[in-house]
């Protein structure tokens, strides 16, 4: 698809659905230690001494990986820090949970990497072997005393401290981070202060260490990079870049774009604007799934053309003038390259229905049709091309991933690939790392008196991302129907509200109608909604506001008023959900779990 874009039609305008989440982690990266992907593998985060993880609804989100945690948790000893604003399964089974306020990670952060600084608790040879920049990155932490991080993020000055010293004793640390940090307007500074903190504490070149912004779609970490964005080819390499665009011109016959192009959020400011007259999309649900979906739906009505591409009418084709019907991927071959930065092949199980395609034939056919000649007769042919103009996947072949076995970038053209990112014999891409100074932002929307509650949203276990697939599954859709709201006992209490009652939920940007769930996971004037619905989407409810390094929008940025309705419905949970009516792991314990017993029927 980027190549059609940039070769065919001339155009650097390409960006995929990582903008929406882990833009800001990658950015992060970028800017301290030079690739955006995992340090390690999932085998790593697993043999930590110390796993640290920050806005992330683990168990739920990414539960294979959690299953990893939580055994070495339970049985090996590993220590668990959580940072979150809702007390899920993770925060439960961790020797420490943080409720910062919403918004303040880098304010933590920092203050706790100060005080290693200022209590010579760094690891001072890592720095001076492997980092640059200390002295700036020094003064940078000058406002993070303890006290300012307890007063802003609410946070007792014993806790941090009691924070700061297991991670300066640990002999190793994993940090996992995902939304609850990317989905700020301070999303790529937060994710710099993650690395910064690693760097400082020598958690980088060895095994169970680093940096992991866990992907939470199975090929986003291969969209990326694979050039679908607007300022990097394959590889990441910069689309202005006078060498790197003479080989692929060279390699391609054409003249490419010299300059970024636009991003998914630019996009649709230029549509409003009238500069942006078409869009072809594939595989993507972007009108339920990019904020402010008001704002987004109006712009795709103003298209002149626009073309979807997905295998089964997506609340976006409504929009579309022309549906082109895809594959599926049992029904296609291909790669992909999973959060631990993992390539794996796709094996072709049936064949595609009658009427549909792969989405790289399709891609062919409409490159020919413009102009192009292009003559791939199957995916390795794309890799092979992608390998010999992409140094971080020179050695990838298909012939190499045949048999189940996978690799992990950056491939050297021998085969060798690189499961630890940052070795002695695999450097930092400038020979060093950089403490890169941040700064912090506060959250663009906070509560007031007409809009007095704060919004977070995220992910179920039983449903992938809105829900477009699984609600298509039965069983699924059984065991969870629909959305809902969760609200604090207190609240609950406050404003009369038990569980099924309908509420109305009203943002600066639209509203949404939606039952209640009363849980201690959320507390105070905090709400959660998961964005499991294309009937009632979260999306109504959030603003324009961004990240600027990255224009990933700031979704837990979001203040709303609460409407009680004379309706009450039943629980939004049914009983065959897991959640109803079961205690959950307490705290660095684990507790008996009675409707495992074979003898436990659930209650009438």
């Known amino acids: ?111 706790i990497s100060r005080y290693l600084l200022d209590n010579g608790l760094a690891h001072t040879g890592f720095l001076q072997r492997w980092v640059n920049g200390l002295e700036a990155y020094r003064k940078s932490l000058e406002p993070f005393t303890l006290e300012v991080a307890s007063r802003v993020c609410g946070l007792s000055v014993e806790t941090l401290k009691r924070v700061a010293h297991m991670i300066a004793a640990a002999d190793s640390v994993c940090i996992l ?105 594939f595989g993507e649900e972007i009108e339920d799934v990019d904020a402010n979906t008001n704002y987004v739906g109006g712009a795709l009505e103003k298209l002149d053309f626009f073309v979807v591409q997905d295998i089964f009418l997506s609340e976006t084709s409504r929009y579309a003038d022309v549906v082109l019907p895809a594959s599926p991927s049992l029904e296609k071959e291909g790669t992909f390259t999973s959060t631990e930065r993992r390539i794996q092949r796709l094996y072709r199980v049936f064949e595609p229905l009658e009427g549909s395609r792969p989405d790289w034939q399709i891609i062919q056919e409409v490159a020919n049709r413009l102009g192009a000649r292009w003559h791939y007769e199957h995916p390795s042919e794309i890799m092979r091309e992608i390998a010999a103009l992409t140094p971080l996947f020179a050695g990838v072949s298909y012939e190499r991933l045949e048999g189940y076995r996978s690799l992990q970038w950056p491939v050297a053209a021998d085969g060798t690939d690189e499961p630890l990112l940052y070795t002695e014999r695999f450097h930092f891409p400038d020979g060093k790392a ?29 449903h992938f991302h809105e829900g477009n697939l699984t609600y298509r599954s039965e069983g699924i859709r059984s065991r969870t129907p629909d959305t809902f709201v969760e609200i604090s006992p207190e609240l609950a209490g406050e404003r009369g509200i038990q ?22 996971r959320v507390r105070g004037k905090d709400l959660y909604m998961p964005m499991n619905s294309t009937e009632r989407p979260v999306n ?19 203040v709303v008023a609460m409407r009680v309705l004379p309706e009450i419905g039943e629980s939004p949970l049914p009983r065959v959900n897991h959640r109803f009516g079961h205690p959950t792991p307490q705290r660095g314990v684990e ?14």
């Open 1 to 111: 698809m980027q190549k059609l874009a940039r070769a065919v039609i001339g155009t650097n305008n390409v960006d995929n659905c990582s903008r929406y989440c882990q833009a800001p982690a990658t950015m992060g990266l970028f800017r301290t230690v030079g690739y955006g992907g995992d340090s390690g593998s999932i085998a790593d985060i697993e043999q930590a001494a110390l796993v640290v993880i920050i806005g992330s609804n683990t168990a739920e989100s990414h539960p294979v990986l959690a299953t990893r945690v939580k055994q070495a948790h339970k049985l090996r000893g590993q220590q668990l820090i959580v940072a979150d604003r809702r007390e899920h399964e993770m925060a439960r089974r961790a020797d420490v949970f943080l409720r910062p306020n919403p918004g303040t990670d880098l304010v933590w952060l920092s203050a």
């Open 177 to 281: 981070w995902a939304m609850g940090v990317t989905q700020h307007v301070n999303g790529s500074d937060t994710s710099t202060a993650i690395s910064n903190l690693l760097l400082l504490t020598g958690n980088y070149m060895r095994p169970g260490t680093g940096a992991y912004p866990l992907r939470g779609h199975n090929n986003v970490q291969g969209a990326s990079d694979h050039g679908s964005m607007p300022n990097v080819l394959p590889g990441y390499q910069s689309v202005d870049d006078p060498e790197v665009r003479a080989r692929f011109e060279a390699a391609w016959q054409v003249a490419l774009p010299t300059t970024p192009g636009l991003d998914n959020h630019e996009m649709v400011d230029a549509i409003h604007q009238g500069k942006l007259k078409a869009m072809y999309l």
């Open 434 to 462: 950089r403490l890169f100074p941040v700064s912090w932002t506060e959250p663009s929307l906070r509560p007031d008196t007409e809009f007095d509650l704060r919004l977070n949203n995220g992910r179920l276990l039983e």
């Open 499 to 520: 569980d099924g009652t309908w509420v109305q939920l009203t943002s600066r940007y639209g509203q949404v109608r939606v039952r209640a769930l009363i849980t201690d």
């Open 540 to 558: 109504r409810l959030t603003g324009n506001q961004i990240d600027p390094a990255t224009d990933t929008p700031a979704y837990k940025d979001a």
């Open 591 to 604: 507790v008996e779990r009675k409707w495992q017993r074979p003898d436990y029927r659930l209650p009438e």
